[in-house]
Protein backbone atom coordinates (compact mmCIF):
# COMPACT_ATOMS: atom_id res chain seq x y z
CA UNK A 1 0.00 0.00 0.00
CA UNK A 2 2.82 2.16 0.91
CA UNK A 3 5.01 1.32 -2.07
CA UNK A 4 1.77 2.63 -4.38
CA UNK A 5 1.67 5.81 -2.49
CA UNK A 6 5.30 6.26 -3.18
CA UNK A 7 5.19 5.42 -6.70
CA UNK A 8 2.25 7.55 -6.92
CA UNK A 9 3.85 10.56 -5.71
CA UNK A 10 6.75 10.06 -7.98
CA UNK A 11 9.09 8.82 -5.17
CA UNK A 12 11.55 6.22 -5.79
CA UNK A 13 12.12 3.66 -3.29
CA UNK A 14 16.24 3.60 -4.20
CA UNK A 15 18.26 5.65 -1.92
CA UNK A 16 20.17 8.20 -4.22
CA UNK A 17 17.96 9.84 -6.02
CA UNK A 18 13.92 10.39 -6.46
CA UNK A 19 11.84 10.52 -9.62
CA UNK A 20 12.23 14.56 -9.67
CA UNK A 21 15.70 14.34 -10.17
CA UNK A 22 17.27 15.84 -7.04
CA UNK A 23 20.11 14.23 -5.66
CA UNK A 24 19.93 13.57 -1.96
CA UNK A 25 23.53 13.97 -0.59
CA UNK A 26 24.02 12.10 2.63
CA UNK A 27 26.81 13.80 3.79
CA UNK A 28 24.40 16.88 4.44
CA UNK A 29 24.75 17.71 8.29
CA UNK A 30 22.25 16.85 10.42
CA UNK A 31 19.56 18.73 12.35
CA UNK A 32 21.42 17.81 15.19
CA UNK A 33 24.95 19.42 13.45
CA UNK A 34 22.93 22.09 12.77
CA UNK A 35 21.19 22.92 16.06
CA UNK A 36 24.90 22.65 17.70
CA UNK A 37 26.02 25.04 15.09
CA UNK A 38 23.68 27.23 16.86
CA UNK A 39 24.47 27.03 19.89
CA UNK A 40 21.51 24.83 21.10
CA UNK A 41 22.07 22.33 23.11
CA UNK A 42 19.76 19.40 24.19
CA UNK A 43 20.19 18.24 28.11
CA UNK A 44 19.70 15.18 30.00
CA UNK A 45 15.62 16.20 30.08
CA UNK A 46 14.92 16.46 26.85
CA UNK A 47 14.73 20.40 27.15
CA UNK A 48 16.22 22.30 24.34
CA UNK A 49 17.79 25.26 25.97
CA UNK A 50 20.07 28.03 24.20
CA UNK A 51 23.79 28.26 25.22
CA UNK A 52 23.98 30.72 27.89
CA UNK A 53 25.00 33.87 27.13
CA UNK A 54 28.81 35.59 28.25
CA UNK A 55 27.40 38.61 30.18
CA UNK A 56 24.45 41.00 30.41
CA UNK A 57 24.29 44.08 28.21
CA UNK A 58 27.29 45.97 29.01
CA UNK A 59 27.76 50.01 28.62
CA UNK A 60 29.91 50.43 25.12
CA UNK A 61 33.37 51.06 25.71
CA UNK A 62 35.41 53.99 24.40
CA UNK A 63 35.89 51.64 21.42
CA UNK A 64 32.48 51.37 20.34
CA UNK A 65 31.71 55.04 21.47
CA UNK A 66 34.45 56.15 18.58
CA UNK A 67 33.03 53.82 15.70
CA UNK A 68 29.67 55.28 16.59
CA UNK A 69 30.81 58.70 16.55
CA UNK A 70 32.52 58.17 13.26
CA UNK A 71 29.39 56.63 11.84
CA UNK A 72 27.71 59.32 13.31
CA UNK A 73 29.59 61.74 11.64
CA UNK A 74 29.89 60.51 8.14
CA UNK A 75 26.35 59.89 8.32
CA UNK A 76 25.40 63.57 9.67
CA UNK A 77 23.36 61.39 12.28
CA UNK A 78 22.51 63.68 14.75
CA UNK A 79 20.53 61.54 17.34
CA UNK A 80 23.30 59.16 16.85
CA UNK A 81 25.61 61.66 17.71
CA UNK A 82 23.67 62.94 20.20
CA UNK A 83 23.64 59.14 21.48
CA UNK A 84 27.61 59.64 21.90
CA UNK A 85 27.76 63.13 23.25
CA UNK A 86 25.28 61.36 26.80
CA UNK A 87 28.31 59.45 27.35
CA UNK A 88 30.17 61.83 29.99
CA UNK A 89 33.32 59.62 31.10
CA UNK A 90 36.37 61.34 30.82
CA UNK A 91 38.71 58.35 29.62
CA UNK A 92 36.19 57.45 26.85
CA UNK A 93 35.65 61.22 25.54
CA UNK A 94 39.51 60.93 25.23
CA UNK A 95 40.17 58.22 23.83
CA UNK A 96 37.04 58.69 21.14
CA UNK A 97 38.59 62.21 20.30
CA UNK A 98 41.70 61.16 20.00
CA UNK A 99 40.95 58.33 17.31
CA UNK A 100 38.90 61.09 15.19
CA UNK A 101 41.17 61.96 11.67
CA UNK A 102 41.32 65.63 10.52
CA UNK A 103 38.07 65.16 8.22
CA UNK A 104 36.21 64.31 11.56
CA UNK A 105 37.47 66.55 13.71
CA UNK A 106 35.98 68.90 11.91
CA UNK A 107 32.71 67.39 11.21
CA UNK A 108 32.84 66.97 15.58
CA UNK A 109 33.65 70.61 15.46
CA UNK A 110 31.15 71.99 13.42
CA UNK A 111 28.48 69.59 15.15
CA UNK A 112 29.35 70.66 18.49
CA UNK A 113 29.20 74.59 17.47
CA UNK A 114 25.86 74.16 16.30
CA UNK A 115 24.61 72.38 19.73
CA UNK A 116 26.40 74.78 21.91
CA UNK A 117 24.71 77.59 20.09
CA UNK A 118 21.25 76.50 21.25
CA UNK A 119 19.90 76.21 24.21
CA UNK A 120 19.15 72.84 26.53
CA UNK A 121 20.54 70.21 28.28
CA UNK A 122 22.69 68.80 25.28
CA UNK A 123 24.81 71.56 25.98
CA UNK A 124 25.94 70.50 28.95
CA UNK A 125 26.63 67.20 27.45
CA UNK A 126 28.74 68.90 24.16
CA UNK A 127 30.92 71.06 26.56
CA UNK A 128 33.11 67.95 27.96
CA UNK A 129 33.50 66.89 23.77
CA UNK A 130 34.19 70.14 23.01
CA UNK A 131 37.26 71.25 25.81
CA UNK A 132 38.45 67.30 24.99
CA UNK A 133 38.43 68.31 20.92
CA UNK A 134 40.34 71.57 21.55
CA UNK A 135 42.48 70.12 23.93
CA UNK A 136 43.86 67.42 21.88
CA UNK A 137 43.43 68.69 18.35
CA UNK A 138 44.05 72.08 18.60
CA UNK A 139 46.95 72.44 15.98
CA UNK A 140 44.89 70.82 13.65
CA UNK A 141 41.83 73.40 13.92
CA UNK A 142 44.29 76.29 14.13
CA UNK A 143 45.51 75.26 10.99
CA UNK A 144 42.32 75.83 9.18
CA UNK A 145 41.16 79.25 7.94
CA UNK A 146 37.79 78.19 8.07
CA UNK A 147 37.84 76.90 11.20
CA UNK A 148 39.14 80.16 12.81
CA UNK A 149 35.75 81.69 11.73
CA UNK A 150 33.96 79.04 13.71
CA UNK A 151 35.79 79.57 16.84
CA UNK A 152 35.34 83.38 16.34
CA UNK A 153 31.90 82.75 16.62
CA UNK A 154 32.57 80.30 19.81
CA UNK A 155 34.60 82.80 21.61
CA UNK A 156 31.97 85.53 20.92
CA UNK A 157 28.61 83.24 22.01
CA UNK A 158 31.07 82.75 25.19
CA UNK A 159 31.57 86.10 25.86
CA UNK A 160 27.80 87.04 25.38
CA UNK A 161 26.58 83.81 27.83
CA UNK A 162 29.14 84.91 30.32
CA UNK A 163 27.85 88.68 30.53
CA UNK A 164 24.38 87.19 30.84
CA UNK A 165 25.54 85.28 33.32
CA UNK A 166 26.93 87.78 35.56
CA UNK A 167 23.51 89.86 34.93
CA UNK A 168 21.94 86.84 35.60
CA UNK A 169 23.79 85.94 38.63
CA UNK A 170 22.96 89.34 40.24
CA UNK A 171 19.47 89.16 39.63
CA UNK A 172 19.00 85.51 41.17
CA UNK A 173 20.91 87.16 44.15
CA UNK A 174 18.87 90.03 44.68
CA UNK A 175 15.75 87.48 44.35
CA UNK A 176 17.12 85.31 47.11
CA UNK A 177 16.96 88.39 49.08
CA UNK A 178 13.58 89.56 48.42
CA UNK A 179 12.14 85.99 48.86
CA UNK A 180 14.40 86.00 52.17
CA UNK A 181 12.89 88.76 53.74
CA UNK A 182 9.41 88.08 52.70
CA UNK A 183 9.65 84.47 54.77
CA UNK A 184 10.87 86.18 57.29
CA UNK A 185 8.45 88.68 57.81
CA UNK A 186 5.65 85.66 57.37
CA UNK A 187 7.32 83.76 59.99
CA UNK A 188 7.11 86.94 62.53
CA UNK A 189 3.20 87.09 61.79
CA UNK A 190 2.89 83.73 63.00
CA UNK A 191 4.74 84.39 66.05
CA UNK A 192 3.66 86.58 67.78
CA UNK A 193 -0.65 85.79 67.32
CA UNK A 194 -3.48 87.72 67.09
CA UNK A 195 -3.58 91.18 68.32
Known amino acids: MMRGRIQEWGWSSDKGEDTDGIQIDDNDPT ?15 TEIQESPEPSQTQPPSADSIHVLLRQALHADDSALLLDCLYNQDDKVIANSVSHLNAVDIFKLLNSLLAIIQSRGAV ?11 LLQHSSRIMSQETSLAALNSLYQLIES ?8 LQLASSLDLLHAGVADEGVDEYDSGPP
Open 31 to 45: MADKLASLGIEKNDN
Open 123 to 133: LVCALPWLRSL
Open 161 to 168: RVANFNHS
